[in-house]
């Protein structure tokens, strides 16, 4: 094992060495000078250690199971949660036509209904509640507040559980009362949810980790079982015909280290968890792009034909339903549907339904012939039509680079993926969040992008190996201004530019700081650290360049980094340039003399300093 780390070692100073490239003369001058700071001290590069998997108890066969995803039907009925639209849509699905639209609140993500077929339940990921849909009225019936960024919904006869994105906890809802009757802390970034029985499994959207729960009575967390060591954008999770194992649709990045991450390529896969060893069974895994000649981007939701043979996968990032034996793992068919499919089920007839989310179609597939019979329009997108443009610009891999890669495959939803990448010209580079970037030029952690229309095309022809969106001579190091040369790239600019930081849910409910945050804010603010000499409020940022050479593990072409703002900062980790501190105990505690300021404090006011941090 010490070989390897060592190779590795040797692998990743190799590659920072031959990807740096020289600065011209131009960049120079359209680069501000840095403002000089004190020596540093190296930081050493950590392996993960490789440890032996928790082991579990197997679960028994999980039948009639139900999984969270913005698609839901209960007999001839089936209803869409549309995201952009803040609402629901009733279909009748005998008849092909819309019976009506309800608007719900902010930024529905998933839809169930209850078993006793009464009621629709969706989360309203911008609200932070649960929207409760009477069926038989067709009208919004309660809205109950729940948590931070709720994602997915299951349902039983009286409760429904909800994965709460922001606040790393699953929530118990009494349907009767709309009160939360228990909230279970999981790891982070808790999505989809399965539920059978008595049993509720969640998967981890940045990682490839599914916890499980037995909810029978008081909820309690059985274990977290690592399915896939580097897989990410783990939207959904379907328990097969069978009941012994679980599909999840994600894509991997490449092997996983504490300072650095390293990969090559994506890939897209659907991963699979073994419910009666309770482990990643890998050798099911179902690589999507080892036997098609057509790249694959965001494996998003998946389902399975009545008999398990067949396996639909969306591609979110291609427009297209991937079809595969489940038995042999090969991909049969591809079928196009439109932009940016979210969803998809099968009926009793083996009709399948796709949501797709970017043009608020449903596409009816005849399974029997893997082609598109209708396609229904079942919501008008309430945005305008260069954000609109912009929007799926950026969830699309297909002309934005070989098909393999969207911006939204390192950005969902304007975030980050908690990934350190060294693919880049200067150096590794951990993916910053987009929200309220735009506002802070000049670009990308060294601030060698003036204009927000260089950064975006330069990634797109040099990072995701597309052609671009400018036609002719593109350079992003001359000084040249670049908006206006392209429909679509000002389209994508725009979109990237009405990008928010996602609120904090470490603010009190009525959002203010909590008490530890207000205590935080003054030790931040002290003259005894001076946090805000660099990260000046508003912003948090005094949008100024600092030399941080010798601060980090890795070889650089830079030594000059502009300061990142920290707003959102609770949503980012792991921090710095190259992801060098995982937490920012560690950032506090072990990365540089200017970031180092724990040994100064005591233990509170190192936790009232990071709850303040965490609240902006």
């Not at 070889?555 to 992801?579: I, K, N, S, V």
Request: net charge negative.
């Amino acid at each position: 094992m010490r070989d390897l780390a060592r190779l590795l070692l040797v692998c990743l100073l190799l590659a920072a060495c031959l990807a740096a490239a020289p600065v011209s003369v131009e960049q120079q001058r359209m680069t501000p000078s840095p403002t000089p700071t004190p020596n540093v001290t190296p930081v050493p590069l950590l392996l993960t250690p490789i440890a032996p998997p928790e082991t579990l108890p197997p679960l028994p066969a999980l039948g009639e199971s139900q999984s969270s995803r913005a698609l839901a039907l209960r007999d001839d009925v089936l209803i869409s949660a549309n995201m952009d639209s803040d609402s629901l849509t009733l279909v009748d699905t005998t008849r092909s036509r819309v019976l009506t639209e309800i608007h719900i609140g902010d930024d529905p993500r998933s839809v169930a209904i209850t078993p006793d077929g009464d009621y629709a339940l969706a989360t309203l990921r911008g609200d932070g509640a649960l929207a409760v849909v009477s069926l038989e009225s067709a009208a919004l019936a309660a809205v109950y507040p729940v948590c931070p960024m709720p994602y997915g919904v299951v349902a039983d006869g009286r409760r429904a559980f909800v994965s709460c994105f922001a606040s790393d906890e699953i929530a118990v809802v009494n349907l009767s009362s709309g009160e939360v009757l228990y909230r279970v802390g999981v790891p982070n970034a808790p999505a989809a949810l399965a539920l059978s029985g008595e049993w509720l499994l969640v998967t981890h959207f940045y990682t490839g980790q599914v916890t499980t729960l037995n909810v029978l009575r008081a909820p309690f967390v059985l274990g977290t079982v690592n399915v896939e060591t580097d897989g990410e954008l783990s939207n959904s999770i379907v328990i097969d015909p069978t009941g012994t194992k679980a599909y999840i649709p994600q894509t991997r990045t490449g092997l996983a280290l504490v300072s650095l991450q390293y990969m090559q390529d994506w890939f897209p896969v659907v991963s699979v968890m073994d419910l009666t060893r309770m482990t990643g069974a890998r050798e099911a895994r179902l690589t999507l792009s080892a036997n098609d000649s057509r790249a694959a981007n965001m494996p998003f939701d998946l389902a399975f034909s009545a008999d398990g043979r067949r396996l639909y996968v969306i591609l979110a990032g291609n427009d297209a339903v991937a079809v595969l034996d489940a038995q042999t793992r090969r991909v049969e068919a591809r079928i196009a549907v439109g932009a940016n499919p979210r969803a998809i089920l099968l009926d009793d007839d083996g009709t399948a339904y796709v949501l797709n989310a970017l043009d608020g179609t449903i596409s009816i597939i005849d399974t029997a012939s893997d082609a598109v019979r209708d396609t229904l329009q079942v919501t008008e997108l309430q945005l305008d039509p260069q954000l609109l443009l912009g929007k799926t610009l950026f969830h699309r891999a297909d002309g934005m680079s070989d098909g393999s890669m969207s911006c939204a495959t390192c950005h969902f939803d304007g975030g980050m993926d908690a990934r350190t990448w060294i693919n880049f010209r200067s150096g590794p580079r951990n993916t910053m969040a987009l929200g309220g970037a735009a506002a802070l030029p000049p670009y990308h952690w060294s601030g060698d992008a003036a204009e927000l229309h260089d950064s975006i095309e330069d990634t797109i022809r040099h990072i995701m190996s597309g052609d671009g969106l400018i036609a002719g001579e593109f350079d992003s190091t001359i000084d040249r201004i670049d908006a206006g040369r392209s429909d679509d790239l000002d389209a994508l600019v725009a979109y990237v530019t009405s990008l928010e930081p996602a609120p904090s849910p470490y603010r009190q409910a009525d959002g203010s700081l909590s008490d530890s945050a207000q205590r935080g804010m003054t030790l931040f603010i002290s003259g005894s650290l001076d946090c805000g000499r660099c990260h000046t409020p508003p912003l948090y940022t005094d949008l100024e360049q600092h030399n941080l050479a010798g601060a980090a593990f890795s070889l650089e072409a830079d030594e000059a980094f502009d300061t990142p703002t920290l707003r959102g900062l609770w949503a980012t980790a792991p921090y710095m340039h190259d992801g060098v501190a995982q937490t920012l105990e560690e950032l506090l505690s072990r990365t540089d003399p200017v970031h180092s300021v724990a040994d100064d404090l005591t233990e509170q006011q190192l936790d009232d300093l990071i709850a303040f941090l965490k609240s902006l």
